[in-house]
């Protein structure tokens, strides 16, 4: 499945030029957003947020969304909400004492969400079979739907190719691939903001290395202060820090130690003190 979906990424533009063109293009509809403020002050996340789930809404869906969307506006609102929940002390708690969960009352919140979201996926992916071309494989459902025919007439079961797994794929892909990207974002507007000078730097390299055509990834080596700027918001506003939680799926000895089935794994820091003497 994680091959599968890779090379099917790879074949609908992820690290290749197709996929730049469609960020270029989102880009512009992103500051023409911007420019109708006309200089006030505004909330940057829900345009952020849509500009970013467009490219993967292109790459999974074939489509593009209207930033005023009824529509996509509630689907960005639920994957916000579930990734906010997600990381709050109370799931945290759940984590560790998961027979809480009836007391935090968290769980039916994230179920509920979590069912809007899948009725859309089931929706859209049941459009798309109605209309279904081999031939002419047009966004990543589609090639789901053609790998899972192609299984089902090997086996009777269609193997890893279900409707399950379709589902979770496009609810991972959408989730994530739109909170890292767009919260870097917005620690990037905000850190530019707090250094103005630094910002300063980057807008007279873009100005002399640019100009006024569109940027692409061929400028990067001509703009070595741009490149490390945006490096260092990476690191400095770092998104996932520890990870996603992780869970042993059997009985495992790692290294001597024995780690039971369905035991919550974190990561953990650690730095040695006399590292910390010489900082």
């Known amino acids: 499945m ?14 290749k030029r197709t996929i730049e063109d469609k960020i270029t293009e989102e880009c512009s509809f992103l500051t023409k957003t ?9 909330d940057v996340t829900t345009i952020l947020n849509a ?14 969304y209207e930033y005023e969307d009824a529509t996509f506006l509630r689907l960005l609102k639920i994957v916000n909400e579930n990734l906010q929940l997600s990381g709050s002390p109370a799931a945290l708690l ?10 935090l009352g968290l769980g039916r919140k994230l179920l509920k969400n979590e069912k809007e979201f899948h009725d859309f996926i089931q929706t859209t992916f049941i459009e798309y079979l109605q209309d279904l071309d081999e031939n002419d494989q047009r966004n990543f459902i589609e090639s789901f739907l053609v790998r899972q025919k192609q299984e089902n007439m090997k086996m009777t079961h269609g193997g890893f190719f279900h ?12 989730s994530a691939g739109t909170d890292t990207t767009a919260n870097t974002l917005r ?30 990834t061929d400028h990067r080596a001509k703009m070595s202060y741009t490149d490390a700027v945006i490096h260092e918001i990476q690191r400095f506003g770092d998104i996932v820090p520890t990870n996603l939680p992780h869970a042993t799926t059997m009985d495992v000895t790692f ?17 040695e003190a006399s590292f910390l003497c010489t900082m």
């Open 187 to 216: 620690w990037a507007i905000l850190l530019m903001m707090k250094y103005p000078d630094i910002q300063r730097k980057v807008q007279e390299e873009i100005a002399r290395e640019i100009g006024d055509t569109q940027p692409r």
């Open 163 to 174: 409707k399950g797994n379709l589902i979770g794929l496009v609810d991972d892909l959408f």
């Open 2 to 15: 994680r091959r599968f979906t890779l090379s099917t990424l790879r074949d609908y533009g992820m690290g």
């Open 255 to 271: 290294k001597g130690f024995f780690i039971p089935k369905v035991i919550s794994l974190n990561l953990m820091y650690y730095i």
């Open 51 to 64: 500009a970013v789930s467009n490219i993967i809404v292109f790459i999974l869906l074939g489509k593009r």
């Open 34 to 42: 911007m420019e109708t403020y006309a200089g006030k002050a505004f």
């Open 94 to 103: 759940y984590n560790l004492f998961p027979k809480l969960g009836f007391l």
